[in-house]
């Protein structure tokens, strides 16, 4: 065992204080441009989670094998309602890298929202009809969509599914609307130099497939043509990394010894998540420079799907499908696997992933009945043997307890935490599908 966690530390670049920020400013610093050690780890989550040996005593003695990284930021109110900021870190280093998963979906679906919003004088909006193409190798076409009421496919459709089970072939419509260049571009234009969303999910494609991307054809519901984009080819130079994970990987059925390349795999570091959920919660917090460019009724309609249960709606059809989509589907932080009833009082808005050992998951969980508001981004690497691509991974047995665990825990302090003015949350009041 000693020998196999001496091992895990070498292959294992590992990567969830007291801090105010007046505005959603999680400090970050160029890949190129870190020191040897940028881990933020400040006293207050330690000592916290330390009360809790039986969750978290085995998870922080290992917190650097199992790149556990915890970020939790506090809400205070002043007398006008604006809020303010207290962040707390746990192990987030920048440097160490983990997959981002199904995290990546989220801030392509805010690209994708502001690509219609950079189109509008074309006359397309999110429910637009949207028709794709294929032109290359590994793509697909799409005409229809039998989950939509019209049975058509459009951005807000996708967007549905994408944050009420984390679909993946939607993520992919998205990409392909964007492209790969704009993706790129958009990010350094607002700062995310780190963040690279460079291919499609759950399907395998050569490095040339993912860097072209399907023609697609926007039309109104009477079937007028409104837009129409060709096949996109990026041309990009990657950013050079040193990303690889694991002590071996199965490829083409074969265990190969070694840790596996991850370096033009996605990649999206865990304060750039945690900024972009506040972001569409507080964006009068975030620098304009920094903003996702979508109209107000845009974001509410984020918001609403981050917080809506699978069980209320009716299209896509999810809530005809309780033992696959159960009420607190994709809610890993505060009830982890649990098949329950959620808590009518609570809603959590979030955007979690699970790929290649690794868990996240990046909420703002709010009380309505109680007037409590936060903020918890986190990360756990579950894969004890090491070997990646073998559909093992300790999801069970210590992803989803420790995710349900640090919500929870999180939440029993959110309550008995003393605020001097009590926060007005019928902003984040909405009324779901079903």
């Known amino acids: 065992m000693f020998a196999f966690l001496a091992a895990m530390a070498v292959f294992m670049s590992c990567g969830t204080t007291k801090q105010s920020a007046p505005a959603v400013d999680t400090p970050r610093t160029k890949q190129e441009t870190l020191p040897m050690d940028t881990t933020k780890s400040q006293p207050f989550l330690e000592s916290l989670l330390q009360q809790y040996p039986l969750y978290f005593g085995e998870i922080l003695k290992n917190r650097d094998i199992n790149n556990v990284q915890i970020i939790y930021t506090q809400i205070d109110r002043r007398a006008n309602g604006t809020p303010d900021f207290t962040h707390h870190y746990l192990n987030v280093n920048p440097a160490s890298y983990f997959y981002p998963a199904s995290t990546v979906k989220l801030p392509i679906v805010l690209l994708a929202l502001q690509k219609l919003n950079e189109l509008r004088d074309r006359g397309i909006d999110r429910n637009s009809i949207m028709l794709t193409e294929s032109a290359f190798s590994g793509q697909t076409a799409v005409f229809n969509d039998p989950t939509s009421p019209e049975g058509k496919p459009t951005i807000a459709h996708y967007i549905k599914k994408i944050l009420l089970v984390s679909d993946n072939d939607a993520y992919n419509r998205l990409y392909e609307f964007l492209g790969q260049q704009y993706i790129d571009a958009a990010f350094k234009k607002k700062g995310y130099d780190d963040v690279q969303i460079l291919h499609r ?18 039309y109104d519901s009477t079937g007028k043509l409104l837009y129409e984009q060709p096949e996109q080819k990026s041309t990009m130079k990657y ?11 199965y490829s083409g059925g074969k265990l190969k010894s070694g840790p596996m390349d991850f370096s033009k795999k996605n990649r999206l570091g865990l304060e750039d998540l945690h900024k972009m959920v506040m972001g569409i919660i507080f964006p009068e917090k975030v620098k304009a420079s920094e903003r996702f460019k979508i109209r107000e009724e845009d974001r509410r309609f984020v918001m609403q799907y981050m917080s809506q249960y699978p069980t209320e709606s009716v299209y896509p059809p999810y809530a005809a499908d309780r033992l696959k989509y159960w009420p607190t589907y994709c809610k890993f932080l505060f009830y982890g696997a649990e098949k329950t009833m959620p808590d009518e009082n609570i809603r959590i808005f979030n955007k979690p992933g699970d790929a290649y050992g690794h868990m996240i998951d990046a909420a703002y969980i709010v009380d309505y009945k109680n007037k409590i508001e936060f903020f918890v981004s986190a990360i756990i690497y579950c894969n004890s043997d090491g070997i990646l691509n073998d559909d093992k991974y300790d999801y069970k047995t210590i992803g989803f307890p420790f995710m349900k665990n640090l919500g929870r825990v999180l939440y029993d302090y959110e309550l008995k935490r003393n605020r001097i003015i009590k926060p007005d949350l019928s902003s984040v009041l909405f009324n779901y599908d079903k």
């Open 239 to 249: 950013a050079a990394r040193k990303d690889s994970l694991g002590l071996g990987y």
């Open 201 to 218: 999910l759950n399907i395998f494609l050569s490095e040339a497939e993912n860097r072209r991307t399907n023609p697609v054809k926007f």
